[in-house]
């Protein structure tokens, strides 16, 4: 656990190498995954900026390196250096992200909600390469795709067979062809 939702913004993380989920865990302990983070990210930036808590808890999916920047640091660098703008951009970018995720959610089918899920998980990814392991299990997948965890592994089965993913044995799926997968998901609606 890197940061914690509800907790005052106390300081920012940089995200040297490595890469983190984003969740958000409901009233009743209900967890939703909400993002997949990298190597290059800030993190709890938002809660130091804005003097309020943390509004989503952020988890080491890999190991991570990490730099810990105290709040008080970061705001007189913010202000040293002008950043208020690039921040902005920086949240603004965040919130289409978000826009274009729910807006997928709402009207694709599940394998093209998934193909597209891997796809940004693959740009987080801290490795590059021909294959790529996402260190997700099924359930996760689920959760960030607002799918059932039936419904992801009959979306992943034809990619498998086709053998442009395989499942890993400690959980998550090494990604063979990404470019497959998404050509597959968008022919099938």
């Known amino acids: 656990m890197l940061l914690r939702q509800g907790d005052p913004g106390t300081h920012v993380i940089l995200l040297v190498s490595g890469s983190t989920l984003i969740t958000l865990t409901g009233s009743h302990g209900e967890r939703t995954l909400l993002a997949v983070r990298g190597a290059g990210e800030l993190l709890g930036e938002l809660a130091v900026l804005d003097n309020q808590p943390r509004t989503a808890s952020v988890i080491a999916a890999e190991d991570c390196r990490v730099h810990i920047i105290p709040a008080p640091d ?6 040293r250096h002008d950043l208020q ?4 951009r920086h949240a603004i970018a965040r919130v289409r992200e978000a826009e274009t995720v729910r807006l997928e959610m709402a009207t ?7 193909a597209s899920a891997l796809g940004r998980l693959l740009q987080a990814a801290s490795a590059g390469g ?8 099924q359930l996760e997948l689920s959760q960030l795709i607002g799918a059932s965890r039936n419904a992801v592994g009959t979306a992943l089965k034809p990619w498998r067979e086709q053998g442009w993913l395989a499942t890993e044995a400690a959980g998550g799926l090494i990604i063979r062809d990404i470019t497959s997968i998404q050509s597959h998901a968008h022919a099938q609606t």
């Open 85 to 88: 703008a690039a921040l902005l």
């Open 74 to 79: 970061f705001l007189a660098f913010v202000d």
């Open 108 to 114: 694709s089918a599940v394998p093209v909600r998934l």
């Open 130 to 137: 021909a294959e790529c392991l996402v260190r997700l299990t």
